[in-house]
């Protein structure tokens, strides 16, 4: 379908997933001034009175580029809400976002149609997180404007069904945006993932290994020495499934072939649950598809690899079926 304003001048079709910790205004910026759309975290402004300052800077720097540069204007940003009951912060969050009249509301773990509602109410978009077609449902029933499929392999919190089941039941019913993630790396996953049937493709661990991502430098460099091999899948450290670098695992004195299982009922953000290591501070998400990422750098640097290999993709197709 075609994007509506202002989505319909990205470079590519790709969202920069919002990353805890590591996506900040420096990793939003770059990826909104070199055609994509970025997002982090609300939680990652801390205290909350950071995240004005955070949309300020963000608002003011790209309307700064697309002055200077209205002939390749930046692409919108998007912010992330952990709706979760655990999530006190979201009420001042979400009047924040209102305030800078937030373009693209990504929301996480809870459909709420309060919040779906609000965006909406400032004329912005909502997409929301689901892992199964149930929840799509769920989201959509509930007000919010499209979804994100997290399919088998994404990093962090991620699902277990194959992209192609989960994108086939959801086109089955349903017509507006879908973001698909689950290893998404290379620029030919981006072609495939439209092949699918998304309108973008959501991509989250490469950014980690970028030079504007707030991220250890030993945590960049796990991400280009890991391969789809050294990414497991376990929901011991949040009580939430998801994707990490085993390295990480390693490195905390765990066994990644022995970690037991966490009570979901005790969802915990900020710790290890039984352990005492923490989640994204000391283990580390990443998604299965790292293996095409092969060196630290810039943000712009990796999307012009993407769109060199999107384009080769497409011309490679159109000769293949000619």
Same mark, same amino acid.
């Given at each position: 379908?075609? +994007? ?31 055609? #994509? ?24 720097? +790209? ?20 709706? /979760? ?12 976002? @209102? ?6 509301? #990504? ?39 499209? +979804? ?8 962090? /919190? ?21 973001? +698909?993630?689950? =290893?998404?790396? /290379?620029?030919? =996953? #981006? ?9 973008? @493709? &959501? ?29 497991? &899948? ?9 994707? &990490?670098?085993?390295? =990480? ?74």
């Amino acid at each position: 379908m075609p +994007l509506p304003a202002p989505f319909d001048r990205l470079r590519l079709p790709v969202i920069g997933s919002p990353l805890f910790i590591v996506s900040g205004p420096e990793l939003v910026i770059a990826q909104c001034k070199a055609g #994509i759309i970025g997002s982090f975290p609300a939680l990652n402004a801390r205290p909350q009175s950071e995240l004005d300052e955070w949309l300020h800077r963000i608002t003011e720097e +790209l309307a700064a580029h697309n002055r200077d540069h209205p002939d390749r204007p930046a692409a919108p940003y998007a912010v992330n809400q952990i709706v /979760h009951k655990s999530n006190d912060r979201l009420d001042a969050d979400m009047a924040t976002c @209102a305030k800078w009249q937030v373009p693209l509301v #990504i929301t996480s773990l809870g459909a709420r149609e309060e919040v779906f509602s609000a965006v909406k109410g400032w004329g912005g978009i909502s997409m929301h997180d689901v892992i199964n077609n149930r929840f799509a449902h769920k989201a959509i029933d509930k007000g919010a404007t499209g +979804l994100i499929p997290v399919a088998a392999g994404a990093g962090g /919190h991620a699902g277990t069904l194959s992209p192609f089941a989960l994108m086939q039941e959801i086109r089955e019913w349903f017509d507006g945006l879908v973001a +698909l993630s689950g =290893s998404i790396a /290379h620029g030919r =996953s #981006i072609l495939a993932a439209q092949a699918l049937g998304a309108d973008f @493709a &959501y991509i989250g661990s490469p950014w980690i290994a970028t030079e504007e991502a707030n991220a250890d430098a030993g945590y960049k460099d796990g991400i280009v020495e890991a391969d789809a091999d050294g990414i497991v &899948y376990t929901n011991l450290f949040t009580g939430v499934h998801g994707n &990490y670098l085993r390295s =990480s695992i390693e490195a905390a004195g765990l066994d990644p072939e022995a970690l037991p299982t966490s009570d979901p009922s005790k969802m915990n953000f900020g710790s290890g649950g039984n352990t005492k290591v923490k989640a994204w501070k000391d283990i580390w998400g990443s998604g299965q598809g790292v293996g095409s990422v092969k060196s630290v750098g810039p943000v712009a640097d990796m999307v012009d690899r993407f769109e060199r290999e999107y384009e080769a993709a497409k011309t490679a197709l159109t000769a293949a079926t000619a």
